[in-house]
């Protein structure tokens, strides 16, 4: 089982586009490769931007929970 | 895919501003350099104290009558003021920020003047020798 102990919560709630993913990159690039970053955004935006960004740069989206009008996306520094 | 985007700012009203910044930290989570060369109305705007300034923040005339409904619905998501979205695009990337010189002569304009975020001066030949293989983008 790969190791999924968030290394960084990142509360992001009340930014808007590009606040949340930016504050995730910032997290990711504190990260070792392998670590696991969380980012709780109540942007709309976020729901297309995080996972599209995450795809694109080949990083993995553990997660993505919805709770009311915020999600939580889990990501791992894979490389 | 490019991987430099440069961006020739010219405008200096809140929408350019913000769609600039924005897309320059789109390219910068997309891995890419971005150089922004500021020139014209837009170099105005990166005067020291200019973002905060609302007398300084202006929409195109077309659009004046929305300024109102703009201000409130950035209040309402958190829409951060552009100066620092780019603050946080030149923090977590390789963005780069240069006055236009002519612009700077023109406007009596000092790179002492201009908010820290602009890296220095450059004419428009430096600019489009950077630009080689860069997508260019105007605002």
């Given amino acids: 089982m790969p190791d999924l102990t968030i290394k960084q919560e990142i509360d992001a709630r009340g930014s808007a586009c590009p606040g949340p993913l930016m504050e995730l990159i910032r997290g990711l690039k504190s990260a070792s490769v392998g670590e696991v970053v969380a980012v709780l955004s109540n942007d709309p935006g976020s729901n297309k931007d995080i996972p599209e960004w995450v795809q694109k740069i080949g990083y993995e989206l553990v997660a993505a929970e919805t709770t009311g009008n915020q999600t939580r996306f889990v990501v791992r520094k894979t490389k | ?139």
């Fill in chain 2, 1 to 139: 895919m490019a991987d430099k985007m440069n961006l020739i700012l010219m405008n200096g009203t809140l929408d350019k501003l913000l769609a600039a910044t924005t897309i320059t930290s789109g390219a910068v989570a997309m891995g890419k350099e971005v150089t922004i060369f500021v020139t014209f109305w837009g170099l105005n705007a990166f005067r020291k104290g200019a973002w905060a300034d609302p007398a300084a923040q202006k929409l195109p005339a077309d659009y004046q009558q929305y300024a109102p409904a703009l201000k409130e619905a950035m209040q309402r998501m958190g829409v951060k003021p552009w100066i620092e979205t780019l603050k946080t695009a030149k923090e977590l990337g390789n963005v780069k920020v240069y006055a236009c010189g002519l612009t700077m002569d023109m406007f009596g304009l000092k790179l002492a003047d201009l908010e820290d975020v602009v890296d220095g001066e450059k004419g428009v030949a430096g600019f489009v020798g950077d630009s080689e293989g860069a997508q260019v983008l105007v605002f």
